[in-house]
């Protein structure tokens, strides 16, 4: 079946501009996640979605982050006024949302951001 | 979640086994060790994970210490598709509970 899928796979922006990442998780996941990953480093987490709603955004850096899933689907994360140390990895992934102890989450391939 | 300790990369010959260690002694007594693994330009995958039981599926075995500061994950037929950044997690079960990833063990599969 089709996995987590993320557009753009790549995303070159210039200092200063708006950027938006798209991600579609798994059909019937009500848990969906975002990290990002810088190079050399293991992803980090940014925020976590329950349907429509963020259960845990702790982990966005700052206020020029911010996510949305409007139908408890496909999620979009957008960046302001991008700086260059935003340039990075940004992957999703979503899971079931049972009362298992265990729901593995499957990630995206990612989109890659280069911010010049 | 409590922190991991792992090296930072690891050699293994084709069809060996590769070991993987990792410690975690500040786990706590509901903390699962959960295991993933990154190829090069692609998203983590979950390979296994467990409680304080060893625990094998078509991947993996995941060798957890008595008393839960330590296990190992071994690739008991190792592949050169199984060169990729190897990561040791410690969570709480359930979902909604984030992965915490570490700089994970780089392995390297030789032919």
């Known amino acids: 079946g089709a996995g987590v899928s993320q557009t753009p796979s790549n995303k070159v922006t210039e200092k200063g501009k708006y950027v938006e990442l798209r991600c579609d998780p798994i059909?019937?996941?009500?848990?969906l996640y975002w990290y990002r990953q810088s190079l050399g480093q293991g992803p980090e987490f940014l925020i976590y979605f329950q349907g429509t709603g963020a259960a845990d955004d702790s982990g966005l850096p700052n206020d020029r982050f911010f996510a949305v899933r409007p139908e408890g689907s496909v999620s979009t994360l957008k960046i302001q006024r991008t700086e260059r140390g935003d340039s990075a990895v940004y992957l999703c992934?979503?899971?079931?949302?049972?009362?298992?102890?265990?729901?593995?989450?499957?990630f995206g391939p990612g989109t890659r951001l280069t911010v010049l | 979640d409590a922190k991991t300790t792992q090296p930072t990369s690891m050699d293994c010959a084709e069809g060996r086994a590769a070991n993987l260690p990792c410690n975690h002694s500040?786990?706590?007594?509901?903390?699962?060790v959960y295991w993933y693994r990154q190829i090069h330009s692609q998203g983590p995958q979950y390979i296994i994970h467990?409680?304080?039981n060893n625990e094998t599926n078509e991947m993996a075995s995941l060798i957890i210490t008595e008393d839960r500061k330590s296990s190992t994950l071994i690739l008991p037929h190792a592949t050169l598709r199984d060169t990729a950044v190897y990561y040791c997690i410690v969570r709480v079960g359930g979902y909604g509970n984030k992965l915490v990833f570490g700089a994970g063990t780089i392995l390297r599969v030789k032919s």
């Open positions: 467990g409680l304080k």
């Open positions: 992934a979503s899971s079931l949302s049972t009362g298992s102890d265990h729901n593995e989450q499957f």
């Open positions: 500040t786990i706590s007594g509901n903390e699962y």
């Open positions: 059909s019937g996941h009500t848990a």
